[in-house]
T-cell receptor
């Protein structure tokens, strides 16, 4: 079973700061997904990365997939309180079930 | 609404009690997944259905956990003789594959507290 390690586990920053969250595995990902989960809600898909070296942008969020497809990062520019939540990376098995990292809890203070 | 719905949203059970958690997937979605999520952690896979067939139940933690989807739509996760360690959020997701890409849509979860 592929294990995903996320770091940091917890991040508390001031509004306007930048941050990066990492997701690593010893195995190669076929694809990797990033989710954001707010309290009391289910995870919501932000992006799927498939190709090694791929970079995707979603407004202030930048997602990178490592060249060897073993790692990924999520960078948030000028964080806002609305970015507060649990950020999860996940890989998909061939049956479709998702294997999640342990998550990064982000708190952005105004 | 068009999303995945789950009920109840909150459930408090006494240890030893049986509980049933319901998931209404998005209409037409073939695949349905159940996950268990501890506080501040990532969800962990429990079981997977394709239509009414339960194709993978490798994540169910014990034989006290049972899931069904008899008509290939609504699914129920049942936990018998609940224990304190069963306290968690139980998430349901449904998915459909379009152009080779499968996206899971999650419900809001049922928060179970076993006292």
């Amino acid at each position: 079973t592929q294990l995903l390690e996320q770091s940091p586990q917890f991040l508390s920053i001031q509004e306007g700061e930048n941050l990066t969250v990492y997701c690593n595995s010893s195995s190669v990902f076929s694809s990797l997904q990033w989710y954001r989960q707010e309290p009391g809600e289910g995870p919501v898909l932000l992006v799927t990365v498939v190709t090694g070296g791929e970079v995707k942008k979603l407004k202030r969020l930048t997602f990178q997939f490592g060249d060897a497809r073993k790692d990924s990062s999520l960078h948030i520019t000028a964080a806002q309180p609305g970015d507060t939540g649990l950020y999860l990376c996940a890989s998909s098995s061939n049956t479709g079930k998702l294997i999640f990292g342990q998550g990064t809890t982000l708190q952005v203070k105004p | 609404g068009a999303g995945v719905s789950q009920s109840p949203r909150y459930k408090v059970a006494k240890r030893g009690q049986d509980v049933a958690l319901r998931c209404d997937p998005i209409s037409g979605h073939v695949s349905l997944f159940w996950y268990q999520q501890a506080l501040g952690q990532g969800p962990e896979f429990l079981t997977y259905f394709q239509n009414e067939a339960q194709l993978d139940k490798s994540g169910l933690p014990s034989d006290r956990f049972f899931a069904e989807r008899p008509e290939g739509s609504v699914s129920t996760l049942k936990i018998q003789r609940t224990q304190q360690e069963d306290s968690a959020v139980y998430l349901c997701a449904s998915s459909i594959r379009t152009s080779g890409v499968e996206t899971q849509y999650f419900g809001p979860g049922t928060r179970l507290l076993v006292l």
